[in-house]
């Protein structure tokens, strides 16, 4: 049986063009990527960017109505295997456009999805943000957060950086985690008799298992 690719939803919330927001979250997508393919397993990436949506957020929390590109991108957070979410810190937590968006999604929308979270500001005295305010967020929708949050500082984009572990570390280990969490739920997946894919196959529908050709 041929897996079908599985897709990751990368949610950057950075505010200017181009950002460090986005170059965090294109480092954790392609480090996710080819941590992906150590475990044989094939993913596509789509990159939501929440500057894009503001006014289209701003108008679903005030008529409860997401306009097309808006619910477009919501389904993408919902059907994707798992999310890379990004977030610049601004007076010690998460963005309020971030926060927005979190705000018109389905609370139940994100139910044991793992994610991987990253985080940049100006300084390291915001790195605790991601485990004091962002992660709570996401273990109130029920996300499956990975261990390690990646937090990105204006040094980390010189040379070398001032912390402990560079960078390029963090993402990497960040990237391995999340790898690992889509991995074993896509083994579990294929193990479970009562997941469709497991006796249908990729491209097998219901109406050839009712019509009794799911063998054919």
């Known amino acids: 049986m041929t897996m079908a690719a599985r897709r990751i939803a990368v949610i950057s919330a950075g505010l200017s063009n181009p950002s460090s927001t986005r170059m965090l979250a294109d480092r954790l997508a392609k ?8 475990h044989d397993i094939e993913a596509t990436i789509d ?13 679903n929390l005030l008529t409860g109505f997401a306009p097309a590109a808006l619910e477009s991108a919501i389904n993408s957070v919902y059907s994707a295997d798992a999310l890379i979410a990004v977030t610049p810190i601004f007076s010690t937590s998460y963005s309020g456009l971030f926060k927005s968006f979190v705000d018109v999604l389905d609370p139940d929308g994100l139910g044991g999805k793992p994610v991987l979270i990253g985080a940049n500001a100006g300084t ?7 485990d004091y305010a962002i992660r709570p967020l996401f273990a109130y929708l029920h996300a499956e957060a990975v261990s390690t949050g990646v937090f990105a500082a204006s040094s980390d984009w010189g040379s070398g950086g001032d912390e ?26 294929s193990s479970d008799p009562f997941d469709p894919a497991t006796y249908l196959g990729e491209g097998r529908s219901f109406g050839h298992l009712l019509g009794g050709l799911a063998g054919e």
């Open 31 to 38: 480090a996710t990527v080819a941590q992906l393919s150590e």
């Open 164 to 189: 402990v572990a560079p960078l390029s570390a963090r993402v990497e280990k960040g990237a391995k985690e999340l790898a690992e969490a889509i991995a074993r739920k896509d083994a579990a997946r």
């Open 124 to 130: 390291v005295r915001h790195s605790l943000a991601i």
């Open 47 to 59: 990159v939501i960017e929440l500057r894009e949506l503001a006014h289209d957020i701003t108008d």
